[in-house]
T-cell receptor, first 115, second 116 residues
């Protein structure tokens, strides 16, 4: 696609429910990132995928958070037993490959509200 | 731990003015620095990417500079327009390899309002 595509764009869920957020990176991009942006906070790194390598999960805040990337393309971020503090914008990004000099392109985000 | 600070948090200027947004970082061992723009309710749009070996990058009315040794970057916007109103974020990528080396550390942004 032309850009990074995320769905849903907005999600309201009840505390305790599980949610899945989807990211479709730019076609041909092998590097994929998830970030979280909470109200009044900066962007917080969650997880990084590069091709078929083991992901860098060092930013996941708890074991309720997990992510997978199937076939080296689409990624799903899953939050189990959601809490109110999980309310945030979840941003996905991609870049061409593992080269650290590449520009990173972000999607529009998935706005999650836990009530 | 890398910390990125952007000052001011908000800035309001009349249309046509030139302006400078500031970004500072505590650890100078960076690989590159990227400036982004974020419109309300939207994702981030990449504006400029400066590699650690570079001093500046230009795109149209935007010019970003980098002084790695002093931990500073500036984004200069010439002849500001109301359409430039947005939040501007800077982010640094660390040197090195291994876990965490692909993480960007972001500042909290400067919210710019250009008044017609």
């Amino acid at each position: 696609g032309a850009g990074v595509s995320q769905s849903p764009s907005n999600k309201v869920t009840e505390k305790g429910k599980d949610v899945e957020l989807r990211c479709d990176p730019i076609s041909g991009h092998t590097a994929l990132y998830w970030y979280r942006q909470s109200l009044g906070q900066g962007l917080e790194f969650l997880i990084y995928f590069q091709g078929n390598s083991a992901p860098d999960k060092s930013g996941l805040p708890s074991d309720r958070f997990s992510a997978e990337r199937t076939g080296g393309s689409v990624s799903t971020l899953t939050i189990q037993r959601t809490q109110q503090e999980d309310s945030a914008v979840y941003l996905c990004a991609s870049s061409l490959n593992a080269g650290k000099g590449n520009t990173i392109y972000f999607g529009e985000g998935s706005w999650l509200t836990v009530v | 731990k890398q910390e990125v600070t952007q000052i001011p948090a908000a800035l309001s200027v009349p249309e046509g003015e030139n302006l400078v947004l500031n970004c500072s970082f505590t650890d100078s061992a960076i690989y590159n620095l990227q400036w982004f723009r974020q419109d309300p309710g939207k994702g981030l749009t990449s504006l400029l990417l400066i590699q650690s070996s570079q001093r500046e990058q230009t795109s149209g009315r935007l010019n970003a500079s980098l002084d790695k040794s002093s931990g500073r970057s500036t984004l200069y916007i010439a002849a500001s327009q109301p359409g430039d109103s947005a939040t501007y974020l800077c982010a640094v990528r660390p040197q090195g390899s291994g876990a965490g080396s692909y993480q960007l550390t972001f500042g909290k942004g400067t919210k710019l309002s250009v008044i017609p």
